[in-house]
Structures are given as structure tokens and as C-alpha cells.
């Protein structure tokens, strides 16, 4: 069974940056795509980026220009760069396959929290 292990979480001022790291394991890692995905607090989880084999990348409006997705294959890891930071970007961050759905098994996440 795929399994998420996420890590990088925090409390950092706005402006400020982080970097995500997701290791998977359960599954053909470098043959699969993997998004990053984040629930803030009262509102529905909301796709952030994925990445797919030969690193083509994909992001939400709200994360263009500020975030960057990319993998290493040898380590089985996602990561999610964050810059310019916002008080809207805190949430719990997850990773998990590409297109993933709330029925679909999540790990426990990483907690971002921007002050402003």
C-alpha cells in the first residue's frame, strides 16, 4: 500500500519560505505522478501543484510564481518549495498521487502556519 510521509512544516513570518519534503514508498516511485495538496482550517482540501514523470509540473493560480515542485527519484521524495510566504497559505500540506480524491489513503501531513 502507497504510503506519505510528509515533513518541513512550520511557523515562519509572511515573506518568508519553506521547504516541503514527501517520502513515499509502496509503489513505483519514479514512474508515477505527485501532487501536493493542502487543507486550510474550516475549508476543503485544494489541489497546490503536481509533478509528473520527466518533472513536468503543474500548479494552482495561488501557488504560480511562488512555489516550485520538483523530485528526486533516488530518494523517493516530493518536495514543495514555498517563497513570499502569506498568512493564506497556512494549512495542513499533504502529499499524495496526482488527481487523488478524499476516499483515496492520506498520510498525516505537515502543518504551515504564516504570521503576518
Known amino acids: 500500500q502507497a504510503q506519505f510521509v510528509e515533513s518541513g512544516g512550520g511557523l515562519v513570518q509572511a515573506g518568508g519560505s519553506l521547504r516541503l519534503s514527501c517520502v513515499a514508498s509502496?509503489?513505483?516511485?519514479?514512474?508515477?505522478?505527485f501532487g501536493w495538496y493542502r487543507q486550510a482550517p474550516g475549508k476543503q482540501r485544494e489541489f497546490v501543484a503536481d509533478i509528473r514523470r520527466f518533472s513536468y509540473a503543474y500548479y494552482a493560480d495561488s501557488a504560480k510564481g511562488r512555489f516550485t515542485i520538483s523530485r528526486d527519484n533516488a530518494k523517493n521524495t516530493v518536495y514543495l518549495q514555498m517563497t513570499n510566504l502569506t498568512p493564506e497559505d497556512t494549512a495542513i500540506y499533504y502529499c499524495?498521487?496526482?488527481?487523488?480524491?478524499?476516499?483515496?489513503?492520506w498520510g498525516q501531513g505537515t502543518q504551515v502556519t504564516v504570521s503576518s
Open positions: 499524495n498521487y496526482r488527481g487523488a480524491t478524499p476516499d483515496d489513503y
Open positions: 509502496g509503489m513505483a516511485f519514479s514512474v508515477k505522478d
